[in-house]
């Protein structure tokens, strides 16, 4: 997120950093600042939602209207100005980039990632619109099943591959044929003899046949089972070298965060085949 330093000038005689620290420092004006940006709301209402003292809300309402963030309306609400809602989204926006950056780095702290180059680690902790999805006492193979859900349904797959599972690759391929798909594979010479082996209806050489799939064998893959398609992307990985963990994975479904993958995926691919 970037605020230029226009950004404040009409607004405040605070610098760009006080002018954010006065926000963030307050609970009561940061939640009625967002809450404002959601909808209009009069003092009753905003009592009600946060069930705080008139007293307290309207310190708070003031300190916003004294910024030109929020004003009010002669029906007795207040709704946020054209910059308190662009200061509400940039807001929103960090936030969310902080929760994003706390999944992905808990994430690659809980597994092996010495295999990873740390060019392409800076590139996953970078990734927008990232969730964290984990197995719990009762759904204990959720990430599994939000994978399949989510490549029947994909059309244009990438894929980085350092482990077999029949399962993830018969759903696959009823993809492909189901949707006249297309699946760019990066795997290892291990991996691929076991889905050939595996497939006892031929399916791989028969999608492999008519362009469907195309597959590059290397010899020295990072341990990162890591897919994006044109709905989704995901990325498991590995305990340590050989313990893979369908426990968690990180997913993300939103348009700017597939396209964040899209690129990883073909850079990693450059990388990978020089």
Do not use: W
Not at 139 to 148: D, G, Q, R, S, W
Not at 188 to 212: G, P, Q
Not at 222 to 251: C, H, P, R
């Amino acid at each position: 997120m970037v605020i230029s330093s226009n950004f404040f000038d009409e607004n405040s005689s605070l610098n760009d950093f006080n002018y954010l620290k006065f926000i963030l420092s307050s609970e009561t004006r940061l939640k009625l600042l967002l809450s404002l940006y959601d909808s209009g709301k009069t003092i009753k209402e905003l009592e009600l939602e946060f069930n705080r003292k008139s007293g307290n809300i309207s310190r708070g309402l003031n300190d916003l209207k004294s910024c030109k963030l929020i004003t009010r309306l002669p029906n007795k609400q207040y709704v946020v100005t054209s910059i308190g809602f662009l200061f509400a989204k940039n807001l929103e926006n960090l936030m969310s980039s902080f929760e994003n950056i706390d999944n992905q780095e808990r994430f690659l702290e809980d597994h092996s990632i010495k295999s990873i180059p740390n060019r392409f680690l800076k590139d996953i902790s970078s990734f927008s619109s990232v969730t964290s999805v984990k197995s719990n006492i009762t759904e204990f193979a959720k990430p599994i099943n939000v994978y399949l859900e989510n490549i029947k349904k994909s059309t244009d797959i990438c894929m980085i591959l350092p482990v077999f599972s029949k399962i993830f690759m018969d759903s696959i391929y009823e993809a492909l044929i189901d949707h006249e798909g297309h699946l760019d594979l990066l795997t290892t010479k291990t991996i691929y003899d076991l889905i050939v082996k595996s497939d006892s209806e031929n399916y791989f050489k028969a999608l492999v046949r008519d362009k469907k799939i195309d597959f590059y064998i290397v010899e020295d893959l990072s341990n990162i089972f890591f897919t994006v398609s044109d709905i989704f992307a995901s990325i498991f990985l590995f305990y340590d070298d050989s313990v893979f963990d369908n426990s968690e994975m990180l997913f993300i479904d939103e348009e700017s965060g597939i396209g964040d993958a899209y690129r990883f995926y073909n850079s990693y691919k450059k990388y990978i085949l020089k």
